[in-house]
């Protein structure tokens, strides 16, 4: 028998009895004992301790003493992402019906103004997941790019976070208007509001200056489009790029370790649960359209494994 095939399989299972039986959340508002546990959800008081054990053996609850409490992950896991509406641990039980079906639990990349209202509530929660991150990539940027433009920018983390480590760069932030709030909520927090403006609108057809740009960032933005949506946008945008600048793609491109693979697979299914039409894209796929758009010397930036297999390419004008 494979132990670490059982351990997979055990794992899954302690997670979705958790969770259906109402002890995930019940977690995010102990501490109790077990026993409490037990009677508050109508469980069997000594599976409800061994699944408990098993959960801060998971780093999903912690223990002191007889009380069981959820663990600083979870609690930072279970708070609201933005305004979805449903909670965020009933994502996952929707494969399932996935995998029936096809049908996503949710759709994020429909029509612009569903695309604009979902985003605008969850684009503050991507910041916090990706903030250290985008620290780390702004770090492997050698030379300062005078004025950035961020299409899709959401919050801005990717290119603020090159406005913090470069205090002479400038940073346009392209998106809808409702989601542009964030950017700027972020850049005044930042302090870097004065090193800042916005372009309002639709990515795919506000206007942009040609050649204006040091560097062009689109950051975990292709992955809502179909292939020949995705080269068009980058064909797009490379006209944007000044002599000399450079486009800098960030998006689930991490891979060549077995953990990589693993969180590049995960985050695949976890796009096609809320997006119809949604896919991760290749790296030799975004590096083909990026030289059928005119760029050159593809370079690979190599980040820290993280939730997304976020990697980044960087291409030149």
């Known amino acids: 028998m494979n132990a ?4 997979l399989f055990a794992t899954g ?3 979705t009895a958790a969770r259906d039986a109402g002890l995930v959340r ?5 501490p109790l004992t077990a026993q409490a546990y037990a009677e508050k959800l109508g469980t069997d008081p000594r599976a409800t301790r061994l699944v408990l054990e098993a959960l801060v053996a998971l780093d999903v609850a912690s223990r002191n003493g007889d009380f069981y409490d959820a663990s600083p992950k979870l609690r930072d896991f279970l708070q609201p992402m933005g305004q979805m509406p449903f909670p965020v641990e009933n994502f996952w039980s929707h494969v399932p019906g ?17 695309r604009e209202e979902s985003y605008r509530g969850t684009v503050s929660m991507l910041a916090r997941m990706f903030e250290g991150t985008a620290r780390e990539l702004a770090s492997k940027i ?36 409702a989601v542009l709030e964030s950017f700027t909520t972020r850049a005044e927090a930042l ?11 639709n990515m795919h057809d506000a206007p942009l200056p040609s050649g204006a740009f040091d560097m062009v960032v689109i950051a975990n933005v292709l992955r809502l489009e179909t292939p020949d949506r995705a080269a068009a946008l980058l064909a797009r945008l490379a006209t944007a790029v000044a002599p000399g600048g450079a486009l800098l793609v960030v998006d689930a491109l991490a891979g060549g370790t077995p953990e990589r693979e693993r969180a590049r697979a995960l985050y695949a299914l976890n796009l096609a649960l809320r997006t119809q039409q949604g896919r991760v894209h290749s790296p030799a796929e975004i590096t083909g359209w ?6 050159h010397g593809v370079q690979s930036i190599d980040l820290d494994v993280t939730a997304g297999a976020v990697g980044a390419l960087l291409a030149r004008r």
Do not use: Y
Request: hydrophobic residues 45%.
């Open 4 to 7: 670490e095939m059982m351990d």
């Open 13 to 15: 299972a302690v997670l």
């Open 26 to 30: 019940a977690l995010a508002s102990g």
């Open 98 to 114: 996935f995998l029936r079906t096809g049908e996503p639990f949710t759709r994020m990349d429909a029509s612009p103004a569903q």
């Open 142 to 177: 050698e030379k300062a790019p005078a004025r950035v433009l961020d299409v899709g920018c959401g919050s801005g983390v990717w290119s603020l976070a090159i406005a913090e480590r470069f205090p002479e760069s400038h940073v346009t932030g392209l998106d809808f208007p």
């Open 191 to 201: 302090g870097v509001a004065n090193r800042t403006a916005t372009i309002p609108g």
């Open 290 to 295: 990026l030289e059928t758009a005119g760029l």
